[in-house]
């Protein structure tokens, strides 16, 4: 908004188009501003800590990823990351429209917590987890569905966390926490 008014400003004050010119365009482009308003709380974009846990974008812009770790990043495409069958440490991956799809069956966790962001605008997250894997999932999509292994839930702005049993006795453990703007989360 605020550049909006320093734009208004400086054609005002180089004689450019008149104020019923700017009003006329205004009135006549304001479904634009709908759109960028939708899209903003379809996002998500929230402050850090308003739903209780970090998201992708909060710990990308926190820190540039640790050495090693994953990253992929992408504003337009589908994101298909098959993760190492051992040394995985966690990461981020996140697209703006497309999907993420991560292939976690084979791989082995060593000792210790790790952390797997996973964040798409509009478009689905699919995780495949190895068998007896020890997770934590928390999701929270804004239009759509969750389904982690056999929980569901469905429409708007749902979240869900699911924790196998005996998580926090393992000594390998890997923590999800994905969001979705539009679109479906699943883990299996």
């Not at 709908?34 to 899209?39: D, F, H, K, Q, R």
């Not at 964040?119 to 894997?133: K, Q």
């Not at 982690?148 to 749902?158: E, P, S």
């Amino acid at each position: 908004m605020g550049l909006v008014l320093i734009v208004i400003g400086f054609l005002l004050l180089f004689d450019g188009p008149s104020l019923f010119d700017i009003i006329r365009w205004i009135f006549h482009f304001w479904p634009v501003g709908l759109i960028a308003l939708g899209l903003y709380l379809v996002m998500g974009h929230r402050r850090p800590g308003g739903s209780g846990y970090e998201t992708p974008s909060d710990i990308a812009a926190a820190a540039p990823p640790v050495e090693g770790s994953l990253y992929r990043d992408s504003l337009v495409g589908d994101l298909r990351v098959k993760l190492p069958v051992q040394g995985f440490n966690g990461g981020v991956v996140k697209t703006l429209v497309g999907s993420v799809v991560i292939d976690a069956s084979q791989t082995v966790l060593e000792p210790g917590e790790h952390r797997l962001y996973l964040r798409s605008g509009m478009g689905d997250v699919h995780l495949d987890l190895m068998p007896g894997m020890a997770v934590k999932v928390q999701a929270h999509v804004g239009l759509g569905d969750i389904k982690v292994f056999d929980q569901k839930a469905a429409g708007f702005n749902q979240e869900m966390a699911y924790q196998t049993p005996r998580y926090d006795e393992a000594s390998a453990r890997l923590l999800v926490i994905t969001r979705v703007g539009l679109g479906d989360i699943k883990v299996f």
